[in-house]
């Protein structure tokens, strides 16, 4: 069975690192290939687990490759892979990606809806990462909810401890994503502020992975409020294996997520997580148990979270070993790649 990916993005995200999960869980079942744009990392990320011969620049012609399957990941690659593929025959699935269509704005996000609306009969299924992205599609898209499932996001499990492996003085909380609108860093700084505010004792450093336009904005912001030497930008790290093993508490300051990998990162190697109350991280943490959430609108519930937990460490491993226990049973790399493959074998 040929499946042919299709990513608009071949940065660093969650889209095409979920893309090569599924492709290392499902080598044996499946002849994947990828289309992507070439400027980014994991083209070559593809291109080596794959051979070049199976990695092509997006946008393609879909009937080059002829695939059994075609698999599109993410608005933009979904509007060139059902276009490209209409009138072909070959069954598609779309998986959605973090279905949000507000976050475009008023008039691009009505766009949006309108093109989901119209492309929605040209997959065989449509696949949310989350039961909260499900009920989204549901309410704002329903021609396309008739097709679509929930195959929840997977991670490999990690094993190791729990706490810390790197010594620090200070309670080192992580932030990692894209610095762009939707994963919200700047909140990370008035959450770093709140903190000081609330207890200037407990001292926390906040570590925020990745790149993107709003470094400036962070940095600046970071001064103004004070906290210039409390956060910490790290840069886009492809591997955060390391850093979540020198972490004691992962904070989300998502304003929309599909099902983040991130998130599932933390969670298996045992942090408890401080999340913002929106889709995707709903469906991760349970309130009080593996982490806590808080509404956007309201940055010192972070803070008090956080500080509750960097003042108690035997909380901390509780809550981390919570996590971690949740992530194993729920979002496992192996139970996501066979309900892939289910749905591969139903629609060919």
Same mark, same amino acid.
């Given at each position: ?107 691009? *996000?009505?766009?949006?809806? @309108?093109? #989901? !609306?119209?492309? $929605?009969? =040209? ?5 949310? %990462? ?127 997520? *599909?099902?983040?990998?991130? @998130?599932? #990162? !933390?969670?298996? $190697?045992? =942090? ?5 109350? %929106? ?70």
């Amino acid at each position: 069975m040929r499946v042919l990916h299709i990513s608009a993005r071949s940065d660093t995200g969650g889209g095409p690192e979920m893309i090569r999960n599924l492709i290392e869980g499902s080598a044996s079942e499946a002849e994947h290939w990828v289309a992507c744009p070439e400027n980014g990392r994991y083209f070559e990320v593809f291109q080596r687990m794959l051979g070049e011969s199976r990695v092509c620049a997006f946008p393609l012609n879909v009937r080059r490759i002829k695939p059994d399957i075609v698999h599109t990941h993410g608005f933009g690659a979904g509007l060139a892979g059902r276009l490209s593929g209409l009138g072909s025959g070959i069954p598609l699935v779309h998986t959605f990606h973090g279905f949000f269509p507000m976050g475009a704005g008023a008039g691009g *996000g009505a766009v949006r809806l @309108l093109a #989901e !609306a119209i492309l $929605a009969p =040209l997959a065989r299924a449509a696949v949310a %990462v989350s039961e909260s992205e499900r009920r989204l599609v549901e309410r704002w898209c329903p021609g396309a909810a008739r097709r679509t499932v929930v195959i929840p996001n997977g991670v490999r499990s990690r094993t190791g401890p729990v706490t810390p492996q790197i010594a620090s003085a200070r309670i080192r909380v992580l932030v990692v994503g894209r610095l762009v609108h939707q994963k919200n860093p700047e909140l990370a700084v008035r959450i770093a502020a709140e903190c000081r505010s609330l207890d200037p004792e407990v001292e926390l450093e906040f570590r925020i992975a990745g790149a993107g336009p709003l470094e400036g904005t962070i940095l600046e912001q970071a001064r103004a409020l004070g906290v210039a030497g409390q956060v910490r930008l790290l840069g886009d790290i492809p591997h955060v294996a390391a850093e979540l093993a020198g972490c004691h508490i992962y904070l989300s300051t998502a304003r929309w997520e *599909g099902l983040s990998l991130a @998130l599932l #990162e !933390a969670m298996h $190697a045992g =942090l408890p997580c401080v999340v913002s109350r %929106v889709q995707g991280n709903v469906d991760a943490v349970e309130e009080g148990s593996s982490g806590f959430l808080y509404d956007l609108e309201h940055p010192e519930e972070a803070a008090r979270h956080l500080i509750a937990l960097a003042r108690d460490p035997a909380a901390r491993r509780r809550a981390g070993l919570e996590a971690q226990a949740r992530a194993r049973a729920r979002f496992s790399v192996e139970a996501m790649c066979r309900q892939y493959v289910e749905l591969y074998r139903r629609i060919a």
